[in-house]
């Protein structure tokens, strides 16, 4: 199993641009998340989906759009870049949302906007 | 937005000391307190989950005990090495709304050989 992958790694962007990161997981897990990770601050949720078809806002849902038509698939699209955004995003899964489930992570992707 | 704190920010210590540290969340609405390690250039990777109030677990020489009653998780190390070095992370899950972990901002151990 790959577990979880985003690509790409690194992105740097303009303002105003907009992009989709992508997030995959070949461990048929019903839940993901997106979050971000801030200097000095631990991981903000953006967006959560507890399966193919549902999805829903976290903490810090301004500025980017989800969708999960796929089980596998998670993509997390920022429409209009703004320098606010700069941050570490990590893609997570877990099994379900029913019972105590750890979450997997994937590498990061790292973003830059200017 | 729920209030989940752990302190120290970071914590120092040499090569054999053992050390705790602390997440403090919401007593009430209880679901589930998760611990994460987090090493440097990596992914945050589990360590527990708690889920029943005076819940201790145990992984080597890493441990963690929970009270839901009054909101805390202690997590401690047992004689610290340089490898354990890492941030570590506990996320709450409420009840209601347990798709939204909150995290807190971590403590990061640094361990001198």
Redesign the interface.
């Known amino acids: 199993n790959a577990g979880v992958t985003q690509t790409p790694k690194f992105q740097v962007l303009k303002t105003g641009q907009s992009m989709t990161l992508q997030c995959a997981q070949d461990m048929n897990h019903e839940y993901m998340s997106w979050y971000r990770q801030d200097p000095g601050m631990g991981l903000r949720l953006i967006h959560y989906s507890v399966g193919a078809g549902i999805t829903d806002q976290g903490e810090v849902p301004n500025g980017y759009n989800v969708s999960r038509s796929t089980t596998e698939d998670f993509p997390l699209r920022l429409l209009s870049a703004a320098p606010s955004q700069t941050s570490v995003y990590f893609c997570a899964s877990s099994y379900s949302l029913d019972s105590y489930n750890e979450q997997f992570f994937g590498p990061g992707t790292r973003l830059t906007v200017l | 937005?729920l209030n989940v704190e752990?302190s120290p920010q970071s914590l120092h210590v040499q090569e054999g000391d053992s050390t705790n540290f602390t997440c403090s969340f919401p007593s009430s609405n209880f679901?589930?307190l998760?611990w994460y390690r987090w090493e440097t250039a990596?992914?945050?990777?589990?360590l527990f989950?708690m889920?029943l109030n005076g819940d201790e677990k145990k992984k080597g020489r890493i441990s963690a005990t929970l009270n839901t009653k009054e909101g805390y998780s202690y997590l401690y190390i047992k004689g610290s090495q340089p490898e354990d070095s890492a941030t570590y992370?506990c996320?709450f899950?409420g009840i209601t709304n347990?798709?939204?972990?909150?995290?807190?901002?971590?403590t990061t151990l640094t361990v001198k050989p």
């Not at chain 2, 990596?42 to 589990?46: L, V």
């Not at chain 2, 347990?98 to 971590?106: C, L, Q, R, V, W």
């Open positions: 937005i752990q679901y589930a998760h990596k992914s945050p990777e589990a989950v889920t992370l996320a899950q347990a798709g939204k972990s909150t995290f807190g901002d971590g």
